[in-house]
């Protein structure tokens, strides 16, 4: 059942906006639902029969993910026909022929574009009408509220094709992985059934056709990461990073509820017959062709800016994802790599129109997205420096590449942002289960105390991490180094190093870009010295890992390796044309949904400065640990826990920098010390109190009152009043009669008295009022 | 008293024999049991409960028929009416009248006091109640209220070996009779303005007439109404209430507080809608004072009452307020039926729901030996039935719903709300906030009733008789049909006393 | 069976309970097991009458009344008894029938103290009449009354079998609730007397005012009569500390029933009554509905972190959760009573299934004091999982049925009815979306420190504490079923209720807006920022 709400097939619509979507194409890119459906099912499985199952539930999910995997595989080679091959029915989007807000700027920036589909707005429908890149389009109902109903389905184009893609394979391989690294966990069918129920939400977000289901989609992911980062929860710090982690989410979220709020309202206001809009494609429609207001845009995507920033591991709410590391080692290649951090730079780019038009990307030199982006990878590359924990060196490099992808998207460098996506999951990944690897073999997460030397025993291990380094670092010609040149080149900064295009200047963004780069091939380096090279510093016999665990290390290395070809740069004189940008040929929308960006060229100047930089980071720290560490610690005959001589004990900046790296800047203070405990302890103290001493004390006083006067009443008229006279005059009524007789005598006199009292002070105000 | 009564009969206007049928049943009856007691002394003790009873279901007969008959008589020149009201609250009386021999059945025996006495004149003061409802002459009004009253006075100190009961006796007599004598004034005053003592012509005369002092007037019903407010116990006549009510055997107590309010609201209605008729802005203030005062009086005192008849009887002042309320915006055009019809709702329902509450308190009063609220703790355990039915009562009489309380005050509420004036409104305001602080020592009771331990753990369980028992089920019935179809009181209700007025 | 149904449906299953009263009535106190089954057959028979009603309820027509009966009641004062079902009391009239026969299925084995199964059922199922009998009332009158009989059998519930502090909680709530609705009472008379309209019944006197009118000034006090007796109700802040009390001192059942279904009878009042009697009195009180439901979201929220005992915290929550509620009533539009509606059933099956987890683990710990318990999925895994979905579906976790009530509402208020002032709502709407952030926060609090951890000592070893009984598996499982599946597919309760919001809105409030758009919205203040309400003004004068 296709349901069209507002958008109805009208091929050659005058009126109608293009949405370069349609309801065609191929069946399995009409059914990708299926390829959540799998692992989804498979939750319910391991959930309620998994402890039954010969393998504890295990084998279901990786059948499901695995076929997951073959699905998304077909569906990105059905793409890949769909792309250049499927040429159908343009889906157009009915326009309420109200008036629009005049002064809308759109323009400028889109003369200097020199892309095939510069033209935007209605005047050129037809040309959209005809094109060849038509996402499909696939939904049914969800509910129903104000006679409008609320859809939901898929999107599927480039963009979350690759997603699969990347979403399954990495997914089947922590699978795999997962069943030697947690083999006999205490919670092993658990473990199963939240990374199922993981793969079916991640891959429900990548083909969410609409914010609502985006935003069901990207809470869901945030509960499995919730519940996998606390898998071991006997332990508090384990729940404590878990709850952290999701409340930090959850602080972004409140943006992305906002931020989805406003869009549905606005595409509404323009849009007849309806009040609101979740359509993604509608919503960037919409404001491509400059029909919102900039305000209301640029309100929406600040929030949705705040979503990214936590989910994405953004400065400054970056600080839950290194805590997240004490979650099971595979779950943070998965999650906290490969997939779901990256869930806010897929949400930008799925966005893109709002966020291109909200945050005036193109033509200038500086907005909020590139800006956070850039303190991001300077933030995260600074603070992996001084990690013990070879999984924390990682988290922070995260942060810092996730940075790098915001950058990129913010200077308008779409499909370099993408591209790096695609390649750090398998990079990273790739690094991730290989600290798993090695920490699997000693036990611990800490490089100073207890690795060292690991090369020896560990060979896949350590030539698989070797491998993802070098991709990490950006070296060529390894996937890192196309993607990170791209992105560099993206940012149109300078121009001097011969790359042509991009949306604006972003010369600072160039800037922090390289610097970042130096600073992960340093740390990077440092990373490995520790981890593989000097003395063993643990305990125990150590060896190489399982198969299980060593097959996914050489499959994600080899990806690392070739991964950057699928997107040579243009003007790449050493392979044909044909090879060049076929990553950005199949994944980068060209239809009304997605605004008109440039295309930067990289050079060759660029790519060798850039290489250069690298070589030179790698070489300091090189220099730093293969050479002055090494002989100090050969000197000293000590391990290199503490070095006794280290910068930071020698020059007092270095130690103020360093104390300030420890501290991780002080957010952590901060959010869980001032904000978080401030809440809990003296705020909700003092709601609280105020809540039982004013507005209960005020009712529990009400009653009270009502009962003392009710004393009173009883006790000082009633009583007093009356048996005082009674009391009174049986004083005075010289002992005579006893009790008897001053009741006879006292009391009924004084009732007495005050029945003719009141009769006459009644009847006295009343002949004074009538 | 009953020397007047003869020589009302002794001139011998034209009597409509079938219209005076209901007096003449309980007159006849009471001399009966009176020459019984004579004749068969104490062989005929244990007869005359049943004796009465009959008698008071026998005098139904004539009501019924008189019902039937529809047709509205006028006697004695307009000074005795029976129509649809009088046979509405005749019918009220009878009723509260046969419930409270049923509940005094085995308390005057077991407690040995005279049982042939007490029942004599407990229907000499149902007759005098009976003749109140028909009554429209200030003669006749008094008359009537005199030959309540005596009989009660005297049951008051019925327990004679108790002092309390005597003090009470005394007091409440003595009260009684200052009470009448402030009525007797302002009666006096009216008859010196007016000229009559047809509260018909006294209308008449209060509008039409040239009117000498208005003052005088204001002072005449000043002091008519509060003669009744002493009846009613409306605060602040209410004084002698509590003390009468602790003191006097229980079943008279339940009379008292059902049958003796009911007969001074009924007096009260015929002065007001047919006497005072027109001097609305006298009364309407001076009434609502009195419903304030009650309301809120009787409430808050009730609050710290640890006597359940105490807490019985200024809970009886609080409602004695929400009786009057309707009358405070009574001489609002066109709500005159309504306020009527919601007044006398409100007293066969106070009827049903207070003489019930009393039932439980004698029933259980019989194992505790205490009135005090204390004593009735953890009832529930030993006697659920019985406190299932408190718990009906007193919600009934809170107003909660489907009790038949509810339907009472609802239509006190309903007039005041469609007072279209300020007044009106604020004494809703006022009833309201009331109605939630009666809650709070009803609930109390029951609460302590349900949930609380029985004092020193006894749970032998409490004795009850026929009798008891089916009292209380007659008003538990009541209670809760009048609020579940309340269409049955309110059909009754319906009533109009101003076309006979005019 | 169909002309049955028709005539007789809904007061067969309004009074059924009675029925199984009067049956138990007769049956000695002693024969327990009788009394169960007893008790557990009529709601039982209620719940299929509920299905039967189901089968023959027009799904197209939602926004009518269907199987309405009415004839006279009181005849003195024009009071009818009326009765009928629409989409808006569906859903609660089915989740009253649902909730009941599980608590009975719950209490089974574990009466609360003193015991006394065939009082406590009574009470029971007396409070099914009461509360069907709401739901479904078309007369204000009769409404007032079935409003008023749920408060005796709740109040003997706290008072007889609550906790150490029940006489204090059981007459909080019941003087509480009743001066909330005797001022109610007062509202309705005034409405009533005031708008000339023939009768008490609901279409009666939403034809009456419309076509009579009513000053602005006696709208407004009436207005806010019904609002003191709805939002104690609620309830709202700050009418809300009676809610604390009785719940943390009312037996498991009578909180359970007390959520789901008790404080909807607040909320129901209003988008039953109060708005589509009075619109013009509703669009100006609904800021200030608006601003209090939003402090009731942060102030709950904040009052939820400062507990330490679990059923304490989870009633403060229902302060915070009835505030999305009532932050969607206030919106005043189709959408947003929609998400109130969800909302209550939302909540009403989420913090119902709390509070049955709470009992649990009262029964199991003997306390309920966070702070000595831990470690609840070591010793009971699955009722700690079970603890864990709720807590998600609480905080408005999407694919479960709290984030239907929550998000809905939130999303309403940015765009709140006409004559609504946008700019303050969009404010609301920015700080309840904080609500959400603390929601968690005080939950997933919960969640580590009751279920998270290992046990403490002094529990480590009670073989007593057991997992999740029979029992508890029949009475919970439908409601953790509904709380997936209405997460899944909201579309179960918003199909229903949408016909039914939008007729009733349209018969009172989209007319009336539409007459006060241009200048009176300017005037109110609604000129929005980004220029859409208008445009979506024309809209709806366009049609």
Redesign the interface.
């Known amino acids: 059942m296709v349901t069209e709400l507002f958008i109805f097939a009208e091929s050659a619509s005058q009126s109608g906006l293009p949405l370069g979507i349609t309801s065609g194409g191929a069946w399995l890119l009409r059914n990708a639902w299926l390829i959540p459906l799998l692992p989804a099912l498979s939750f319910l499985g391991i959930l309620f029969f998994g402890k039954r199952m010969p393998r504890k539930g295990a084998e279901l999910g990786i059948a499901a993910v695995g076929i997951a995997f073959v699905l998304a595989v077909l569906t990105g080679l059905a793409w890949l026909d769909h792309r250049d091959n499927y040429h159908g029915e343009e889906t157009h989007l009915a326009v309420a022929a109200v008036e629009h807000h005049g002064e809308i700027s759109h323009d400028e920036h889109h003369d200097d574009s020199h892309d095939e589909h510069a033209a935007s707005g209605h005047s050129e429908s037809g040309h959209h009408a005809t094109h060849s890149s038509l996402a499909v389009s696939n939904t049914v109902t969800w509910f129903q509220t104000n006679g409008v109903d609320i859809s939901v389905g898929v999107l599927v184009d480039g963009l979350s094709v690759m997603m699969l893609f990347v979403v399954t394979l990495v997914s089947l391989l922590v699978h795999i992985y997962s069943t030697d690294y947690v083999g006999g966990d205490r919670r092993y069918t658990h473990y199963f059934a939240f990374l199922s129920l993981f793969s079916a939400s991640m891959l429900t977000l990548v083909i969410s056709e609409n914010t609502l289901q985006l935003l069901v989609a990207w809470e869901l992911v945030g509960v499995c990461s919730f519940a996998l980062i606390g898998h071991w929860w006997e332990e508090k710090p384990n729940s404590d990073a878990a709850l952290k982690a999701f409340l930090t989410n959850r602080v972004g979220d409140m943006g992305l509820l906002v931020g989805v709020t406003i869009l549905f309202f606005s595409v509404g206001s323009v849009l007849p017959d309806t009040f609101g809009s979740f359509s993604i494609a509608a919503t960037n429609a919409v404001a491509n062709n400059g029909l919102l207001s900039h305000t209301a845009l640029l309100v929406a995507a600040t929030c949705l800016m705040a979503a990214v920033m936590s989910k994405s591991g953004q400065f400054f709410l970056h600080t839950w994802l290194p805590d997240a590391m004490a979650g099971p080692t595979p779950v943070s290649a998965l999650i906290h790599a490969a997939t779901m951090v990256v869930a806010g730079v897929f949400m930008i780019a799925r966005l893109y129109g709002v966020f291109f038009e909200g945050l005036s990307i193109g033509g200038s030199s500086i907005n909020l997205m590139a800006l956070v982006g850039g303190i991001t990878t300077l933030v995260g590359a600074s603070l992996a420096f001084v990690q013990r924990d070879i999984k924390k060196v990682l988290a922070y490099s995260t942060i810092s590449q996730l940075g790098y992808m915001v950058l990129a998207l913010g200077v308008g460098a779409w499909t370099a942002a993408v591209f790096h996506l695609f390649t750090h999951a398998f990079f990273k990944a790739c690094l991730f289960l290989g600290s798993g690897s090695v920490a699997h073999a000693v036990h611990s997460f800490d490089m100073k105390s207890d690795m060292g030397g690991m090369r020896k025993a560990m060979p896949h291990t350590y030539r698989t991490f070797i491998i993802g380094s070098i991709a990490l670092a950006g070296l060529p010609p390894l996937a890192g180094f196309w993607s990170k040149d791209e992105i560099l080149a993206g940012t149109g900064g300078w121009g001097l190093f011969g790359g042509t295009g991009g949306n604006g200047s972003y010369t600072l963004m160039l800037v922090m870009g390289m610097i970042t780069a130096a600073l992960t091939a340093a740390y990077m380096t440092r990373c490995v010295y520790l981890t593989f090279f000097g003395e063993f510093r643990g305990h125990g016999d150590v060896h190489e890992s399982g198969p299980r665990i060593v097959a996914p290390l050489w499959i994600l290395a080899g990806l690392a390796i070739v991964a950057g070809l699928f997107n040579l740069p243009k003007g790449f004189q050493l392979v044909p044309d044909s090879f060049q940008e076929r990553f950005g040929h199949y994944v980068e929308p060209v239809a009304g949904y997605f605004p008109t960006i440039s295309h930067a060229t990289p050079s060759w100047s660029l790519a060798i400065i850039s290489t250069l930089v690298v070589i030179g980071g790698a070489s300091a720290a090189w220099w730093y640990y293969f050479v002055k560490v090494e002989a100090a610690s050969k000197a000293s005959g000590k391990s290199l826990t503490e070095l006794p001589n280290g910068p930071t004990t020698t020059y007092p900046l270095a130690k103020i920098i360093h104390n300030i790296l420890d501290k991780k800047y002080y957010l952590d203070h901060l959010y869980t010390g001032i904000i978080a405990g401030g809440t809990k302890g003296p705020l909700a103290r003092m709601a609280y109190r105020f809540n039982q001493q004013v507005i209960d004390g005020t009712v529990d006083r009400v009653g009270e009152t009502a009962v003392k006067s009710g004393q009173f009443v009883y006790d000082k008229i009633d009583q007093l009043v009356v048996d005082g006279a009674v009391n009174t005059s049986g004083r005075l009524s010289s002992e005579a009669g006893g009790e008897l007789r001053k009741i006879q005598s006292g009391k009924v006199q004084s009732y007495a008295a005050i029945l003719f009292a009141a009769a006459t002070v009644l009847a006295g105000i009343l002949i004074v009022i009538v | 008293m009953t020397t007047q009564l003869l020589t009302l009969a002794f001139e011998r206007p034209a009597i409509d024999w079938h219209a005076v049928a209901p007096e003449l049943t309980l007159l006849a009856v009471g001399c009966l049991i009176t020459l019984i007691d004579i004749i068969f002394l104490e062989k005929a003790r244990p007869y005359t409960a049943t004796l009465a009873g009959l008698g008071v279901l026998a005098t139904a007969i004539p009501i019924i028929t008189l019902a039937m008959d529809g047709v509205d008589r006028v006697l004695f020149d307009g000074a005795y009416v029976v129509d649809d009201f009088a046979l509405f609250t005749k019918a009220i009386f009878l009723i509260s009248g046969y419930v409270v021999i049923l509940l005094s059945t085995n308390y005057v025996a077991e407690g040995d006091y005279w049982e042939n006495e007490y029942y004599g004149l407990l229907l000499a003061s149902l007759m005098g109640m009976v003749m109140m409802s028909s009554s429209r002459d200030l003669i006749s009004i008094f008359v009537a209220l005199e030959l309540l009253s005596i009989p009660a006075y005297l049951m008051v100190a019925w327990r004679k070996r108790d ?1 309390r009961s ?2 009470a006796g ?2 409440y007599y ?2 009684g009779v ?2 009448s004598a ?1 009525m007797l004034y302002g009666m006096s005053l009216l008859f010196g303005v007016s000229g009559s003592t047809q509260l018909s012509e006294i209308s008449n005369f209060l509008t039409n007439g040239t009117v000498s002092s ?2 005088a007037i ?2 005449a019903i ?2 008519v109404v ?1 003669g009744f407010a ?1 009846k009613v116990s409306a605060a ?2 209410h ?2 209430a509590p003390d009468v009510y602790e003191g006097a055997p229980t079943p008279v107590t339940a009379f008292l507080s059902v049958a003796s309010k009911t007969a001074g609201f009924i007096a009260l209605l015929q002065l007001i809608y047919v006497g005072f008729h027109n001097q609305s ?2 009364y309407e ?2 009434i609502w ?1 009195l419903a304030a005062a009650s309301m809120t ?1 009787g ?7 640890t006597n359940i008849v105490r807490m019985m009887a200024y809970s009886g002042v609080a409602q004695t307020g929400f009786i009057l309320a309707p009358l405070a915006v009574a001489g609002h055009a066109g709500l005159e039926d309504q306020a009527l ?1 919601a007044v006398l709702t409100y007293l066969a329902i106070y009827a049903a729901m207070n003489l019930g509450a009393f039932a439980v308190i004698i029933t259980l009063s019989r194992k505790t030996g205490s009135a005090e609220i204390e004593s009735f703790n953890g009832a ?1 355990r030993y006697a ?1 039935a019985m406190t299932v039915s408190m ?1 009906f009562f007193l ?1 009934s009489l ?1 107003g ?3 009790l038949g309380g ?2 009472a005050k ?2 006190v ?2 007039v ?3 007072s ?1 004036d300020v007044w009106g ?1 604020a004494l ?2 006022i009833a ?2 009331n ?3 009666a ?2 020592y009803y ?2 009771v ?2 302590r009733m ?2 609380d331990e029985a004092p020193e753990n006894d749970l032998t369980p409490v004795s009850t008789t026929s009798s008891l028992v089916s009292a209380l089920a007659i008003c538990a019935i009541v209670t809760l049909a009048f609020g579940v ?3 049955i009181v ?2 009754f ?2 009533v109009t006393l101003l076309t006979l007025g005019g | 069976m169909e002309n049955f149904i028709n005539d007789w449906g809904l007061t067969v299953t309004t009074f059924l309970p009675m029925v199984g009263v009067a049956v138990m009535l007769l049956i000695p106190k002693a024969q327990e097991e009788l009394h169960k089954k007893a008790a557990l057959a009529t709601s039982l028979l209620v719940a299929v009458m509920g299905i039967l009603i189901l089968t023959q309820f027009d799904f197209d027509a939602t926004g009518q009344l269907q199987f309405a009966v009415d004839h006279i009641w009181i005849d003195v004062i024009n009071s009818h008894y009326a009765m009928g079902l629409d989409g808006m009391s569906l859903p609660l009239v089915l989740l009253t029938m649902l909730v009941v026969p599980l608590c009975i299925i719950y209490s089974w084995n574990h009466f609360p103290e003193p015991q006394n199964p065939k009082a406590f059922l009574i009470l029971i199922l007396v409070l099914e009449t009461g509360m069907i009998g709401t739901f479904m009332a078309q007369d204000l009158v009769l409404f007032f009354v079935f409003f008023e009989v749920v408060l005796l059998p709740m109040f003997f519930m706290i008072a007889v079998w609550g906790g150490d502090d029940r006489r204090y909680a059981s007459l909080k709530f019941f003087l509480y609730t009743l001066f909330g609705s005797a001022l109610m009472l007062v509202s309705f008379l005034a409405l009533y007397f005031l708008s000339g309209s023939e009768s008490f019944v609901l279409s009666d006197l939403i034809a009456a005012v419309s076509s009579n009118g009513i000053s602005r000034t006696a709208g407004l006090w009436i207005f806010a009569g019904m609002f003191l007796g709805f939002g104690i109700k609620v309830p709202m802040f700050p009418f809300h500390t009676w809610l604390p009390d009785a719940h943390t001192q009312a037996p498991t059942v009578g909180s359970v029933i007390l959520a789901a279904v008790l404080l909807k009878l607040g909320t129901y009042g209003f988008i039953r009554i109060a708005i589509p009697v009075l619109p013009e009195a509703a669009v100006e009180w609904a800021p200030w509905i608006g601003l209090l439901a939003v402090i009731g979201i942060i102030y709950g929220a904040l009052g939820c972190l400062a507990q330490t005992d679990m059923k304490r915290l989870i009633a403060f929550s229902s302060v915070a959760h009835m505030g999305f509620v009532m932050l969607g009533i206030s919106t005043l539009t189709d959408f947003g009573i929609n998400a109130a509606i969800m909302g209550m059933v939302a909540h009403g099956l989420i913090t119902g299934m709390l509070f049955f987890i709470a009992g649990s683990v009262k029964e199991r710990y003997h306390t309920l004091d966070i702070n000595r318990l831990g470690g609840l999925l070591i010793q009971a895994p699955r009722m700690g999982w079970i603890f864990g979905l709720c807590v998600m579906a609480s905080l408005g976790l999407p694919g479960l049925a709290g984030f239907w009530g929550e998000f809905p509402a939130i999303l309403s208020a940015y765009n709140p009815g006409n004559g609504l002032p946008v700019t303050t709502f969009r404010v609301f709407m920015v700080i309840s979306a904080l609500g959400t952030v603390l929601a968690a926060g005080y939950l997933l609090w919960l969640l580590q420190r009751a279920a998270f951890g290992t046990p403490k000592d002094e529990f480590a070893e009670d073989p007593s504490i057991t997992d999740v009984t029979k029992h508890e598996w029949i009475s919970w499982a439908p409601f953790l079923a509904l709380i997936v599946a209405i997460g899944i597919y909201p579309n179960l309760i918003f199909r229903v209720t949408d016909g039914a919001v939008d007729a009733s809105l349209n018969d009172c409030l989209q007319v009336n807006a539409s007459e006060l758009t241009a200048e009176q919205a300017e005037a109110l203040g609604c000129a929005s920022i980004y220029n859409l309400h208008e445009d979506h003004e024309d809209h709806a004068a366009g049609e």
């Open positions: 002092a005597n003090e005394l007091k003595l009260m200052f009470a402030v208005v003052s204001t002072l000043v002091f509060a002493f602040p006549f004084t002698w802005d006298v203030p001076l004072i009086f409430n808050l005192v009730a609050l710290k009452q019809s529930f659920p718990a919600f809170a909660i719903p489907p509810w339907f609802f239509e509420f309903s005041l709300a469609s279209d409104y809703a305001v309201a906030i109605s939630v602080i809650l709070y609930a109390s029951a609460r349900w949930a179809v309340p269409q309110g059909r209700a319906d």
